[in-house]
């Protein structure tokens, strides 16, 4: 709840001046007494709702809120809040009849329209939330959290154009939000739009020049190819992804990288048996797939919200919150094998890490990666009008930055740096590692084993 929702105008009132001005003792001293000689001044009681409700005591809000109403059943302001304050405590039902309850007095209210179609969102009824967003933005045009949504349920459901259409008019109406920006860049950049999807990451970048993830992005769009992932973009992104991590990678982008490296391990004919390390072990997918191995597993990740969901699968002896190169260049002990199923595509320059692995693993110790390869032209006089040059990185580098911020590799770079590691090639197997878009990305699933 706001301090506009208690309905009172701040001219002259010296216990809204005090809320405003956040002396909140004073204006809980000031709504008291007002009600010790009137309990029926609904709007002291509303200042009260909103002063327990800004401390996080929702039940004494509520009750607070409900004195309200006693005193004033028209008020439109308590009912709003009396459903906030409803929707915060998980009574949806309830909260919905208090935003009807508004919308019953005034149809026109936006508050309630909103919250009432956010609430159709969560429940799954998009088609109910997309008309009430649009019929918000009939009332308002100006509304931005009704065009911002609007806009995200229809770039969810495949209308990117006409998504972009609405979060250029937020960039242009609200310049200083940045969520509009992030969003656009992101339909751009998968419509192949990469310089456009550049000009709006610049814009992130300036308003905060510390966002790892936009500067990240930016170099992506731009084909500026980077030696590697700063850390800070890798442990922002997976730790926002961490909950739908799972399905999204077995269902939408139909990830085979831990079934195709697990299938490759198979094919050796070797059984290690000791201590395996899984870099970048996300929640667990590759072990899942390695059930069967008499192995004692020690997983590290730089996201801790997917070391806290491996942790819930039980499937590590040990987990680790690290950076993968900080963490082999600290660990003395040594392993039987190590696995990297979907880190590569974040690590760039492959020659450090390979060899702080090979310093891990014990003697004829496997190494087991996949990569994203690199299939595109290496130069622009391989394609009509020279359209790669943005994407090519300089003088025979063997990696790049894709669009989509991974790194992709050409197997002869990754067959050198192997080798100067001081590991011989035990399999290699080109196959699909997951689906980008409308196009299946094709990758190569190695098990090398230390010399």
């Given at each position: 709840m706001t301090n506009d929702e208690t309905g009172a105008a701040a001219s002259g009132d010296p216990l809204v001046a005090a809320l405003d001005a956040g002396r909140f003792d004073e204006a809980r001293a000031l709504a008291s007494a007002r009600i010790a000689a009137n309990e029926n001044d609904a709007q002291s009681w509303k200042i009260l709702a909103v002063l327990d409700a800004q401390a996080g005591r929702y039940d004494d809000a509520l009750e607070n809120n409900e004195a309200a109403l006693r005193a004033d059943p028209s008020d439109a302001g308590a009912w709003l809040n009396h459903g906030n304050l409803l929707r915060l405590l998980g009574r949806l039902d309830e909260c919905r009849e208090c935003y009807s309850r508004v919308l019953e007095n005034d149809p026109n209210h936006t508050g309630a329209a909103f919250t009432l179609a956010a609430l159709e969102e969560e429940a799954g009824n998009h088609a109910a939330a997309e008309s009430e967003y649009a019929r918000i933005l009939d009332l308002d045009s100006d509304h931005g959290p009704a065009r911002f949504n609007l806009a995200r349920r229809l770039a969810e459901s495949g209308r990117s154009d006409e998504a972009l259409d609405h979060y250029q008019y937020l960039t242009q109406s609200k310049p200083l939000w940045p969520d509009p920006w992030r969003n656009r860049a992101n339909l751009l950049r998968r419509q192949g739009r990469n310089a456009e999807a550049a000009d709006c990451f610049e814009v992130l970048c300036r308003m905060d020049p510390s966002d790892a993830v936009s500067q990240h992005l930016l170099q992506a769009s731009r084909g500026v190819t980077p030696e590697g992932s700063k850390p800070e973009y890798v442990e922002r992104v997976f730790d926002e992804y961490a909950e739908n991590f799972d399905s999204s990678m077995e269902t939408l982008l139909e990830y085979n990288g831990a079934k195709g490296l697990a299938d490759e391990l198979r094919a050796v004919e070797m059984s290690p048996t000791g201590t395996a390390l899984d870099l970048g072990c996300g929640t667990g997918l590759l072990v899942v797939e390695l059930a069967e191995?008499?192995?004692?597993?020690?997983?590290?990740?730089?996201?801790?919200?997917?070391?806290?969901?491996?942790?819930?699968?039980?499937?590590?002896?040990?987990?680790?919150?690290?950076?993968?190169?900080?963490?082999?260049?600290?660990?003395?002990?040594?392993f039987v094998l190590c696995t990297a199923a979907d880190v590569l595509v974040y690590i760039g320059e492959l020659g450090p890490l390979f060899a702080a692995v090979r310093e891990r693993l014990q003697a004829g110790g496997l190494f087991a990666f996949c990569t994203e390869r690199w299939e595109g032209p290496a130069s622009d006089d391989e394609v009509p009008g020279g359209r790669v040059s943005e994407l090519t990185p300089p003088d025979g580098q063997g990696f790049r930055l894709e669009p989509s911020g991974r790194f992709s590799y050409r197997d002869e770079y990754v067959k050198r740096v192997l080798d100067d590691a001081q590991f011989d090639t035990l399999r290699w197997t080109r196959g699909p590692l997951r689906r980008e878009g409308g196009t299946v990305l094709q990758g190569s699933f190695v098990v090398a084993r230390r010399r």
């Open positions: 191995f008499d192995l004692d597993w020690v997983g590290v990740d730089l996201s801790k919200e997917m070391v806290r969901l491996a942790q819930e699968k039980r499937l590590y002896q040990r987990l680790e919150v690290a950076d993968v190169h900080a963490f082999l260049e600290e660990q003395e002990q040594s």
